[in-house]
């Protein structure tokens, strides 16, 4: 099982530029939520995707976007790019029937820097 | 969602057992106590999680008092590989898929095992 796996590992763009990052869950989750992770900070919770729908949202604008597969597959589309939004990127996945069990399995992440 | 407070590092010498406190005093009844570990360029991993009294797995203790507003996370025998940020979250779990938890990360306890 390769666990949670995200694309691509650095990136680096200009102000005003667009990105897509990919997320593809871990074996047996349909759940996937994406996460910012600035310097020095916690992640920030930014959406989540189950059947194909945003869920829920954090308080990120409209320029931060994403879509769901049907084989449960992510992407994280930001347009605008502004500096602030270098970050670590982070994609979590879950199974949607986890019960009780707080856990959320991480990718990587993805380095993005804007210039 | 209930605000959390936590020491921002603490430095620990190996083999010794390292008690990380977190304050959750506004915690609601239906609230799990969950804690996530990370290391420098990776994705938050999932530690132990509870809701009272005491917790135990194969890599650490939960102790929770009966008012359950705070919490000790209790790592016995760190070594060097402990040195991570500690992450203390504090949320409901919503056992639906469409209304899956979302998480909400402070900044975490810097933790230094030093040698």
């Known amino acids: 099982d390769a666990g949670v796996t995200q694309s691509p590992t650095h990136l680096i763009k200009t102000r005003g530029q667009q990105v897509t990052l990919r997320c593809s869950p871990k074996?047996?989750?349909?759940?996937v939520s994406w996460y910012q992770q600035a310097l020095g900070q916690g992640p920030q919770f930014i959406f989540q995707?189950?059947?194909?729908?945003?869920?829920q949202r954090g308080n990120f604008p409209d320029r931060f976007s994403g879509h769901q597969f049907p084989n449960y597959s992510s992407e994280l589309n930001v347009n605008a790019l502004l500096l602030g939004d270098s970050a670590l990127y982070l994609c979590?996945?879950?199974?949607?029937?986890?019960?009780?069990?707080?856990?959320?399995?991480f990718g990587p992440g993805t380095r993005l820097t804007v210039l | 969602l209930a605000k959390t407070t936590q020491p921002i590092s603490m430095d620990s010498y190996e083999g010794q057992e390292v008690n990380i406190t977190c304050s959750h005093n506004n915690i609601a009844t239906n609230d799990y106590i969950t804690w996530y570990q990370q290391f420098p360029s990776q994705g938050p991993r999932f530690i132990i999680q509870g809701y009272k009294t005491k917790v135990t797995n194969e890599v650490a203790s939960l102790f929770i008092p009966a008012d359950r507003k705070s919490s000790t996370l209790s790592l016995p025998r760190v070594s060097l590989s402990d040195t991570a940020v500690y992450y203390c979250l504090v949320g409901d779990i919503i056992r639906s898929g469409a209304g899956s938890y979302q998480l909400t990360f402070g900044k975490g306890t810097k933790l230094s095992v030093i040698p």
């Open positions: 995707y189950y059947e194909e729908e945003e869920r």
């Open positions: 074996s047996g989750h349909d759940t």
């Open positions: 979590a996945s879950r199974p949607s029937l986890a019960g009780e069990r707080n856990e959320q399995f």
